[in-house]
């Protein structure tokens, strides 16, 4: 199995940048695919990014352009670039790392980005 740690969520003004990381440890060589999902208050979790070991990489269009997503050459970490920020961007930010063929799929527990003045 994977464990993954997200870090660098927090308090930024409209139009800041945050840059989260999600550190993958266990068995990191099975992991294919990572993305970033987000759960505003009251809705449903939603797809941010993705990036998987080959570089290929989608966004969910409501980030296009002003997030990025990359990792290290292991896949044992993954980052989330975030510019421009909006307070529609508020949300509990989690990754997720899958292996090729599904049988491992892990989450993280999140990390809180608000975007506030």
């Known amino acids: 199995q994977v464990q993954l740690v997200e870090s660098g969520g927090g308090l930024v003004q409209p139009g800041g940048s945050l840059r989260l990381s999600c550190a993958a440890s266990g068995s990191t060589l099975s992991i294919n695919t990572m993305d970033w999902y987000r759960q505003a208050p009251g809705k449903e979790r939603e797809f941010v990014a993705r990036?998987?070991?080959?570089?290929?990489?989608n966004y969910a269009d409501s980030v296009k352009g002003r997030f990025t997503v990359s990792r290290d050459n292991g896949m044992k970490t993954a980052y989330l670039q975030m510019n421009s920020l909006k307070p529609e961007d508020t949300a509990v930010y989690y990754c997720r790392a899958r292996s090729i063929r599904g049988d491992m799929d892990s989450w993280g527990k999140g990390t809180l980005v608000t975007v506030s003045s």
């Open positions: 990036i998987l070991s080959g570089g290929l990489i």
